[in-house]
Antibody, heavy 119, light 107 residues
Framework: QVQLVESGGGLVKPGGPLRLSCAASGFTFSDYYMTWIRQAPGAGLEWVSYISGSGSTMAYADSVKGRFTISRDNAKNSLYLQMNSLRAEDTAVYYC????????????WGKGTTVTVSS | DIQMTQSPSSLAASVGDRVTITCRASQSISGYLNWYQQKPGKAPKLLIYAASRLQSGVPSTFSGSGSGTDFTLTISSLQAEDFATYYCQQSFNTPYTFGQGTKVEIK
């Protein structure tokens, strides 16, 4: 079945790096845009970044631009989010989601991985 | 950035009630409006895309309408499993933005 599984979350000190991964299965990964969404504790949803199926097009929220880098390895059916210069306000559950290019909605979501930025 | 404003922020309803949640965009987004349901500790789930199209597997008690700046999610007969938080999201342009959420609670 179609599935997304995130990993790589954890506790990191302010200023530190962390790399999240998302393993996809059950669909042709390279056919889809992929995106990261995050949710701070007790807060709503915030779009973080997306990447096209080929990996040639990316976009970022202003809050992470210059610090986070999205990438993908279609041979491994995997999506990544490299997070550098982490701040306390980056603390959140990070979800990866599949995104269609038809109306750009997110139709499949992973269960999320928790990132905590604290000294 | 396009701001998305949902109302109400929360509501209390009973099983069988008709529930309506509204979402307003700060500028026209045509039909690029999606609705998600989120239960505590779980990932969001897509309910409605392109303003009015029901995602496969979602009960027909859910429906969406609207275009431009004003949109509505309607649950025609609230079921026990529908108690959750609902988010609208615009996919007209980046940054994709979500409404603040509407929590539907048991009356």
């Amino acid at each position: 079945q179609v599935q997304l599984v995130e990993s790589g979350g954890g506790l990191v000190k302010p200023g530190g790096p962390l790399r999240l991964s998302c393993a996809a299965s059950g669909f042709t990964f390279s056919d889809y845009y992929m995106t990261w969404i995050r949710q701070a504790p007790g807060a709503g949803l915030e779009w973080v970044s997306y990447i096209s199926g080929s990996g040639s097009t990316m976009a970022y929220a202003d809050s992470v631009k210059g610090r986070f880098t999205i990438s993908r390895d279609n041979a491994k059916n995997s999506l990544y989010l490299q997070m550098n210069s982490l701040r306390a306000e980056d603390t959140a559950v990070y979800y990866c989601a599949r995104m269609t290019i038809y109306y750009f909605y997110m139709d499949v979501w992973g269960k999320g991985t928790t990132v905590t930025v604290s000294s | 950035d396009i701001q998305m404003t949902q109302s109400p922020s929360s509501l209390a309803a009973s099983v069988g009630d008709r529930v309506t949640i509204t979402c307003r965009a700060s500028q026209s987004i045509s039909g690029y409006l999606n609705w998600y349901q989120q239960k505590p500790g779980k990932a969001p789930k897509l309910l409605i895309y392109a303003a009015s199209r029901l995602q496969s597997g979602v009960p027909s008690t859910f429906s969406g309408s609207g275009s431009g700046t004003d949109f509505t999610l309607t649950i025609s007969s609230l079921q026990a499993e529908d108690f959750a938080t609902y988010y609208c999201q615009q996919s007209f342009n980046t940054p994709y933005t979500f409404g603040q959420g509407t929590k539907v609670e048991i009356k």
